[in-house]
Nanobody, 125 residues
Framework: QLKLLESGGGSVQAGGSLRLSCELF??????MGWFRQAPGKEREGVAR???????YYADILKGRFTVSQDDAKNTLFLQMDNLKPEDTATYYC?????????????????????WGQGTQVTVSS
């Protein structure tokens, strides 16, 4: 079974950058996603990368976050630039083998069945 391991979280000041990594151990999924959950809030979709290279971002994050993958497709990245205090959250990578995950504009967490343990990102003002 596919396993995911995130790393790269930390604390930065507003305006700074971080790059999260998610190592994949196992067979490649249809979609890979990044999600985040702030205290007291629902888990929300951040970005998505499909096996064919299609990318999708939550509207409020466009232009600041970039999702990518290494050539071997063993590691998923999330480059986060111009970070804001409201980006503070636990960030999770997730994988989906459901074709529904490839719908245009889809970032629904219920389409993802495999999750990493999460990595904390804290942005101070």
């Amino acid at each position: 079974q596919l396993k995911l391991l995130e790393s790269g979280g930390g604390s930065v000041q507003a305006g700074g950058s971080l790059r999260l990594s998610c190592e994949l151990f196992g067979y490649g999924p249809i979609c890979m996603g990044w999600f985040r959950q702030a205290p007291g809030k629902e888990r929300e979709g951040v970005a998505r990368l499909d096996s064919d290279g299609y990318t999708y971002y939550a509207d409020i994050l466009k232009g600041r976050f970039t999702v990518s993958q290494d050539d071997a497709k063993n590691t998923l990245f999330l480059q986060m630039d111009n970070l804001k205090p409201e980006d503070t959250a636990t960030y999770y990578c997730a994988a989906s083998f459901f074709s529904a995950c490839r719908q245009a504009g889809d970032l629904r967490r219920e389409n993802y069945g495999i999750w990493g343990q999460g990595t904390q990102v804290t942005v101070s003002s």
